[in-house]
């Protein structure tokens, strides 16, 4: 299995910045790629952006050129790094990890971004 443990939001104002983390832990060998999806109050929940072991990501068009994508596989951490937030980018933001052991989610941290 595989443990996945998010940190990094928070209140913030629009055209500030945020930067998520998430740490894996468990069976991380087995991770094929990491990502980060979002859901807003009412709405399903979406992509956001996703990032391979061997390091392609795949960034959703509504926050392309915001947000960032990255990771540190010696600490089995993923990052989001979002800039110029809008009051849209409101959300609970869960980290995903995809693999040979199945798909996983973590707890979710919330972003609120005021107007």
């Keep these: 299995q595989v443990q996945l443990v998010e940190s990094g ?6 055209g500030g910045s945020l930067r ?16 980060w999806y ?8 979406e992509l956001v952006a996703t990032v391979t072991v061997g390091g392609s990501t795949n ?6 050129g915001r947000f960032t994508i990255s990771r540190d596989n ?7 790094q979002m800039n110029s937030l809008k009051p849209e980018d409101t959300a609970v ?5 995809r693999g040979r052991g199945g798909n996983y989610w973590g707890q979710g941290t919330q972003v609120t971004v005021s107007s």
Aim: charged content about 15%; glycine content about 10%; some cysteine.
């Design 9 to 14: 939001g928070g209140l913030v104002q629009a």
């Design 20 to 35: 998520l983390s998430c740490a894996a832990s468990g069976s991380i060998f087995s991770i094929n790629a990491m990502g």
């Design 38 to 45: 979002r859901q807003a109050p009412g709405e399903q929940r």
């Design 59 to 64: 960034v959703a068009d509504s926050v392309k």
């Design 74 to 80: 010696a600490k089995n951490t993923v990052y989001l």
């Design 93 to 97: 933001y869960y980290c995903r990890s």
